[in-house]
Each structure stands twice: as structure tokens, then as C-alpha cells.
């Protein structure tokens, strides 16, 4: 098995190549002038097993697009077999018809990447676990609460509350606080359909806390600026907010610093400024069996 650094996660690959100790084939790639992706293999891939990582987070079309080139490209190459390691799944957000007419993205993509040959995807957290069952490829999604609450714990958040909205926000705030050895609270919102504009509420209890507020996705900021100001106004002490996946679309962070957290914390699954925490170990462990 030889692992393949995509242009959107070299880095990701990198750390992957180290926890695993597997060789790591980085490839060259560029951009026209017109924004067109160049990819080149440098070294003989043929007769090998590849786990090409690439993860399709903003800007996800492209992204998308040279996983689809990395794949035809590996094959045509001699390549034995190919899987994706795609820490970030676009389009999981768009996995139903929410009005009559609209695309099906999330079933587009991984028809294309079952196209393209790919054997199996594995991927971080997806927003939408119930949507890829079945899928044309499967795909495996890989919990990373562990690794969030890994490098949580060694801030010392003395008996810090974690707070989550949502359904799946339940159960994300359930395995942060079971790792932490701590306790959760839920809180429930409600999105707007057509000003998209988010409304939370918190049960009582957060008054004089620290408090980790969890989420799977940042992506406008939106939803998370929402649940600081409102633990903000009922009294929470310190605020941290934290996720898997920081999108960090134009303004979130600074949304979400205004609204009073003390700091934003997320993986590299989708590298930023706000990337503190890596979840190559896991990935090597549950993908690779590495340590
Ligand atoms: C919603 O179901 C997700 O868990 C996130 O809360 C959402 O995707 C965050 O989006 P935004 O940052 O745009 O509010």
C-alpha cells in the first residue's frame, strides 16, 4: 500500500505517512492560467495498492475534479487498486431533494467516484452518515471526537460543559463528554428556509461554566456565533468552540470570536489557521492499522 498526497491534503498526507510509516507519493500539480488542474505522477505507481488523500473540502468542485483525475490517472498508470481518503465529503449537506427539482450532489459525486474507479471512500465525520448507505462505493465514515478530545483535555477546561445542538449534535456532544469524562447538554435550533438565518435554544445550567461547544461543520459560522452569544447571555464563563470540520467560510471566525468565544478549534481535515488538532492517528489506526 502506498499512500498519494492530493493537492488539497499534502499536508494531511504527510502526517498520515508518518504515523503509518507508509511510503507517500506526493504529487505534482499546478494551475493553468485559466484554472485548469494539472496533476502529474513523479514516480512508478504500477502494480500497487494506492490510497490517494484528498480531501474535497472549498473549493470543492476543483477538488472533486482532480480526485476524479488522480484516480483515472493511477489506473491508467498500472495502478492495482485505488481507494480515496477524503477527510472532508462535499456535498453531504445536499443529500436529499429539499425542494422539487434540485440535484442530488451527494449521489452525483459518488457516482463519479465510483466511475473513476475508486474501490472504497473513506471519510471524517460525514454530515450525513444516513446518506451513503447504499452508496455506489462504499463509504466509511471515521469518528474523530477522540482526537478533539485528545487536544481538549490538555487545555485543563476544568470540568468544562459540552454543548452540542441538534440530533446529531447529540450524539457528537455524547462522545466529546465520554472522553472528556464530563457532562453535555443539548441545544435545539432552527434554520430559516429562505434567509437561512439560525435561532438556538439552551436548557439552564451553563451559568459560571467553561464550555466546549461542539459541532460537526464551520461553515458560515452561523449556527456556532448563535450558540456563543446565547451562552454568552446565559452567563457562561469561558467559551470555546470547537469542530471537526472548519470550513471557516468568509467572516466565520470573526463571527464567532464577536460573539465571545475565547478561541476556535479545529482538525486538519480541512487546513486553516484554526487546524489544532490532527486526526492523522486515527485515520492511520482505523484505515491502516498503524499505531
Ligand atoms: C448542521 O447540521 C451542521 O451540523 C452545522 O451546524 C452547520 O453545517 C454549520 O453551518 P454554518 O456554520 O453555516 O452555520
Not at 465529503?89 to 443529500?95: H, T, V
Request: with cysteine; aromatic share 6%; charged share 25%.
Amino acid at each position: 500500500m502506498i499512500l498519494v498526497g492530493g493537492p488539497a491534503s499534502t499536508y494531511l498526507a504527510e502526517k498520515l505517512s508518518e504515523a503509518s510509516g507508509l511510503k507517500l507519493v506526493k504529487v505534482e500539480h499546478k494551475l493553468f492560467p485559466d484554472g485548469e488542474s494539472y496533476i502529474r505522477f513523479p514516480e512508478d505507481v504500477s502494480g500497487e495498492d494506492l490510497l490517494i488523500v484528498q480531501g474535497l473540502h472549498p473549493p470543492q468542485d476543483r477538488h472533486a475534479f482532480q480526485a476524479c483525475l488522480l484516480a483515472d490517472t493511477a489506473l491508467d498508470l498500472g495502478a492495482r487498486s485505488i481507494r480515496l481518503l477524503a477527510p472532508y465529503l462535499a456535498y453531504a449537506r445536499q443529500d436529499r431533494r429539499f425542494s422539487n427539482g434540485e440535484a442530488l450532489s451527494l449521489s452525483t459525486l459518488l457516482k463519479l467516484l465510483k466511475a473513476v474507479g475508486y474501490e472504497r471512500v473513506y471519510t471524517v465525520n460525514i454530515h450525513s452518515p444516513w446518506a451513503v448507505k447504499p452508496s455506489p462505493v462504499p463509504v466509511e465514515d471515521i469518528l474523530a471526537e477522540e482526537a478533539l478530545a485528545e487536544y481538549v483535555r490538555a487545555l485543563r477546561l476544568e470540568e468544562a460543559l459540552v454543548v452540542s445542538v441538534g440530533k446529531k449534535g447529540k450524539c457528537m456532544a455524547e462522545r466529546v463528554a465520554g472522553s472528556l469524562g464530563t457532562k453535555y447538554l443539548v441545544a435545539q435550533s432552527t434554520r430559516d428556509k429562505i434567509t437561512g438565518e439560525v435561532s438556538v435554544e439552551i436548557e439552564d445550567g451553563v451559568e459560571g461554566r467553561s464550555v466546549l461547544v461542539v459541532d460537526d461543520i464551520i461553515s458560515t459560522g452561523g449556527t456556532m456565533a448563535k450558540l456563543v452569544e446565547r451562552l454568552k447571555i446565559m452567563g457562561a464563563r469561558r467559551i470555546i468552540a470547537a469542530c471537526i470540520h472548519g470550513l471557516m467560510v468568509g467572516d466565520a471566525a470573526e463571527k464567532i470570536l464577536k460573539a465571545g468565544a475565547e478561541t476556535i478549534i479545529s482538525s486538519d481535515t480541512v487546513p486553516s489557521e484554526y487546524s489544532r488538532y490532527s486526526v492523522a492517528k486515527i485515520l492511520a489506526r482505523k484505515i491502516l492499522g498503524g499505531t
